[in-house]
């Protein structure tokens, strides 16, 4: 092996060693950090909360296609019963905020669901609603404007 072989070795080895050092020492720096638990706890918690968003994007149906849109609105009401008989308040009223937003007839379902919902829980869907459905009208245009790519 040559001068110039042995020096570059040498070389990468060092730097090799430095960056190693250099990882070691911020990883231990930032775990030692006292907020460094908070952070990653509402790291996770933000991603969790996208996950669940964008859950809703993959199970919306083609809207031009009645029995889809007809089938989605019964599994979600389905869902949402299900889920409020357990006990499983926030997710029943994600799924009932979801059949109202595709329900041709809004008004009259949200009549029915006030008569048949306990008041808290009514509440709590009457304040996701707005939120479900601008999401599901942005989902919807995005779904158009999809089809019209493909056109």
């Known amino acids: 092996m040559s001068l110039v072989g042995k020096t570059g070795a040498v070389v990468a080895g060092v730097v090799g060693v430095a960056l190693v050092g250099y990882c070691l020492y911020f990883d231990r720096k930032r775990r030692s950090a006292p907020d460094f638990k908070r952070k990653l706890r509402e790291r996770r918690r933000k991603q969790r ?9 993959g199970k919306l149906p083609d809207m031009k296609d009645v029995e889809a849109v007809q089938k989605f609105f019964l599994e979600e009401v389905q869902f949402g019963e299900e889920l409020l008989a357990r006990g499983d308040y926030e997710r029943g009223v994600d799924h009932l905020s979801n059949a ?3 329900c041709g007839q809004p008004q009259q379902l949200l009549q029915v669901l006030q008569q048949t919902l306990p008041q808290p829980v009514f509440q709590m869907l009457i304040q ?24």
């Open 128 to 151: 996701r609603l707005p939120v479900v459905r601008q999401r599901f009208l942005a989902d919807v245009s995005a779904q158009n404007l999809a089809e019209d790519d493909v056109e």
């Open 49 to 57: 909360q996208q996950a669940k968003e964008n859950d809703f994007v």
């Open 100 to 102: 109202v937003s595709v």
